[in-house]
């Protein structure tokens, strides 16, 4: 089969997807990743990164093991939190290059083609549903949508002027980001984001957005309200913690 010519992220890549509960979509999503791999990568690994699931998602996950040593199964220390579950997986990849994926593949792994583009050791590439190019196939309800654009007004103006979606849960990170910021984070649930974006701006790490495919899956475990005003909260105290 022949490989993709994107030259450097895609010749050798970790892929970190952090999973809470996800029993029931693991599966394909691993599936769907592991094709891709082989496919258009060169040398390639999977980190799934099991926050305190109850439902056997680290078995499921397990089960996808072939013996090419492509996946690796990491088990937190009970619920920690997306931020520390993306951490631990970042730190532990073997690669230049490590893609953070959400669970349910909401930006599909075909478009890592269009972060490459613009990767670099010290650069982070970031999808965004908020540029002129983006597409969203599947839209969130008009509530989340309107949530989504307030916590974004409040990130610019408190931390990230001009990065216009800072929460698309798919950015690719070069090996001097990932050993320099990483090791620093201290925000473990939704808001490490923002909290991995301020610090990388103020160390003089390139921050780049590339418009991508999106499609919104109705099974988000994410509460509107409950945890939007924690996000909100953890926001401040980056804000506070960097000012």
Request: proline share 5%; glycine share 8%; hydrophobic share 45%.
């Amino acid at each position: 089969m022949t490989k993709t010519s994107v030259p450097g992220p895609l010749d050798a890549l970790s892929i970190v997807v952090p999973a809470f509960n996800e029993a029931r979509r693991i599966g394909p999503t691993l599936r769907r990743i592991s094709e891709y791999g082989r496919e258009h990568l060169g040398v390639f690994e999977i980190l799934v990164v099991d926050d305190g699931s109850t439902d056997g998602t680290a078995d499921v996950a397990a089960s996808f093991a072939d013996g090419s040593n492509h996946l690796r199964v990491i088990r937190n220390p009970g619920n920690r939190g997306k931020g520390y579950s993306v951490r631990s997986g970042a730190l532990a990849a073997r690669h230049p290059y490590v893609l953070l994926s959400d669970a349910d593949l909401s930006t599909p792994i075909e478009e890592v083609e269009r972060l490459a583009v613009r990767a670099a050791p010290d650069a982070i590439v970031i999808a965004s549903r908020g540029l002129a190019d983006s597409r969203l196939e599947v839209r969130q309800a008009w509530y989340r949508e309107h949530m989504g654009k307030v916590f974004n007004i409040i990130v610019q103006t408190l931390l990230l002027p001009g990065v216009s979606d800072s929460q698309c849960g798919f950015k690719l990170f070069g090996r001097t980001v990932v050993d320099r910021i990483f090791p620093e984070l201290r925000t473990e649930r939704f808001a490490f984001d923002v909290e991995l974006l301020a610090r990388a701006i103020r160390q003089g790490f390139a921050v780049h957005e590339v418009p991508v495919r999106w499609r919104n899956d109705e099974g988000t475990r994410v509460d509107p309200l409950k945890d939007s005003m924690v996000m909100l909260r953890d926001v401040v105290s980056v804000w506070w913690m960097l000012r």
